[in-house]
């Protein structure tokens, strides 16, 4: 089993800037993939970035050049840079991890006002 324990989010205008950390903890596998998804309302949820316990990351296009995800394997933490943001990016963002089991967390609300 694994905790996801997510931190971060809130309201913020349109241009500003939030961190989102998620932090994971029992039974984990050395290769794993942890990263971040987001659902809009009346919408289907969407992958936003994630990364591999190797280092590798992948971002969806509409935050490409604003958002950056980072990870720090000693305490199983990952973390989400989010700059320029836009009332688009409003949505609620969801912790994923990912090893051979899918886990999600909570979820935290991105709120950003034009």
């Known amino acids: 089993q694994v905790q996801l324990v997510e931190s971060g989010g809130g309201l913020v205008q349109a241009g500003g800037s939030l961190r989102l950390s998620c932090a994971a903890s029992g039974s984990i596998f050395r290769f794993n993939v942890m990263g971040w998804y987001r659902q809009a309302p009346g919408k289907q949820r969407e992958l936003v970035a994630v990364?591999?316990?190797?280092?590798?990351?992948n971002y969806a296009d509409s935050v490409k050049g604003r958002f950056t995800i980072s990870r720090d394997n000693t305490k199983n933490t990952v973390f989400l840079q989010m700059n320029g943001l836009k009332p688009e990016d409003t949505a609620v963002y969801y912790c994923?991890?990912?090893?051979?089991?899918?886990?999600w967390g909570q979820g935290t609300q991105v709120t950003v006002s034009s």
């Open positions: 994923n991890f990912f090893d051979v089991r899918v886990y």
């Open positions: 990364i591999a316990s190797g280092g590798t990351s």
